[in-house]
C-alpha cells in the first residue's frame, strides 16, 4: 500500500561529476534488474538492465552494478548534466513473479550547473 | 520503436464518476499489460497483470471492482475508475511486454495519465 509522508531521498551534484544512485532490492531470487529515469509527469524511461548472472554491465556514459550477496543495485553516471536531474527508480522482477517489477524508493537527482 | 501511448494525458473529474483511460501499444503487440499507481514524491506500485484476452490478475489490496481492467487486443488495454473519490487522485501508468519476449524482458512505460478527482 501506500505509504504516507514519504521523502525522496536526494542526490545533489555539481554538473561534470559522476553521480551514484544506489538501491537495496528486497528479492534474493530476483532475475532481472532495471534502472528507470523518471522526469516530472512522465512515465519511466529505461537507462539499463542487469541480469542476475552478472555483476556489471555498462551502457553510455551509465554503469549498473550489481552485489547480489548483499542485494545492492547501483547506477553510476559518467560525467552528470543538468538534462539527467531526475528522479531514478530501481527496479526487480523474476519468473517465480511473472515479470511483475518491484520498484526500489527512488532517488532525486539534482544537478547543479 | 516500442512506444506506448496513453490517452488521456490528464482528466479532472467529479466525484462519483467513472473514469477511462486507454494505454495502446504502437509499433509492437503485447499480450501483457501492466498498470501502476504512483503518488505524488512515491513509487509506482503495481495494481494489476492484464493478459490480452483473459481476466485481469489484482495485487493485493487492489478493487478489482472499482478498477475495471479490459484487455480487449494486443495493443489496448484500457483501465476504468469506477465511482472515482478524491483519494483516487493520482498518476496512473501502463506499461507493455513486446509479444515474444521474455517473461523476464523490458516493458515499455506510457506517459502517464494524471487523474484529479474533485
Known amino acids: 500500500g501506500e505509504s504516507v509522508g514519504l521523502h525522496l531521498p536526494t542526490l545533489s551534484v555539481q554538473e561534470g561529476d559522476n553521480s551514484i544512485i544506489n538501491c537495496a532490492y528486497s528479492?534474493?531470487?530476483?532475475?532481472?534488474f532495471i534502472w528507470y529515469k523518471q522526469e516530472s509527469g512522465k512515465g519511466p524511461q529505461f537507462i539499463i538492465d542487469i541480469r542476475s548472472n552478472m555483476d556489471k554491465r555498462q551502457g553510455q556514459r551509465v554503469t549498473v552494478l550489481l552485489n547480489k550477496t548483499v542485494k545492492h543495485l547501483s547506477l553510476q553516471i559518467a560525467a552528470t548534466q543538468p538534462g539527467d536531474s531526475a528522479v531514478y527508480f530501481c527496479a526487480e522482477t523474476s519468473y517465480n513473479q511473472g515479470g511483475k517489477l518491484i520498484f526500489g524508493q527512488g532517488t532525486e537527482l539534482s544537478v547543479k550547473p | 520503436g516500442a512506444v506506448v501511448s496513453q490517452h488521456p494525458s490528464w482528466v479532472i473529474c467529479k466525484s462519483g464518476t467513472s473514469v477511462k483511460i486507454e494505454c495502446r501499444s504502437l509499433d509492437f503487440q503485447a499480450t501483457t499489460m501492466f498498470w501502476y499507481r504512483q503518488f505524488p514524491k512515491q513509487s509506482l506500485m503495481l495494481m494489476a497483470t492484464s493478459n490480452e484476452g483473459s481476466k485481469a490478475t489484482y495485487e493485493q489490496g487492489v478493487e478489482k471492482d472499482k478498477f475495471l481492467i479490459n484487455h480487449a487486443s494486443l495493443t489496448l488495454s484500457t483501465l476504468t475508475v469506477t465511482s472515482a473519490h478524491p483519494e483516487d487522485s493520482s498518476f496512473y501508468i501502463c506499461?507493455?511486454?513486446?509479444?515474444?519476449?521474455?517473461?523476464?524482458?523490458?516493458?515499455?512505460f506510457g506517459p502517464g495519465t494524471r487523474l484529479t478527482v474533485l
Open positions: 528479492n534474493s531470487a530476483s532475475d532481472y
Open positions: 506499461s507493455a511486454r513486446p509479444l515474444g519476449t521474455l517473461v523476464v524482458d523490458t516493458q515499455y
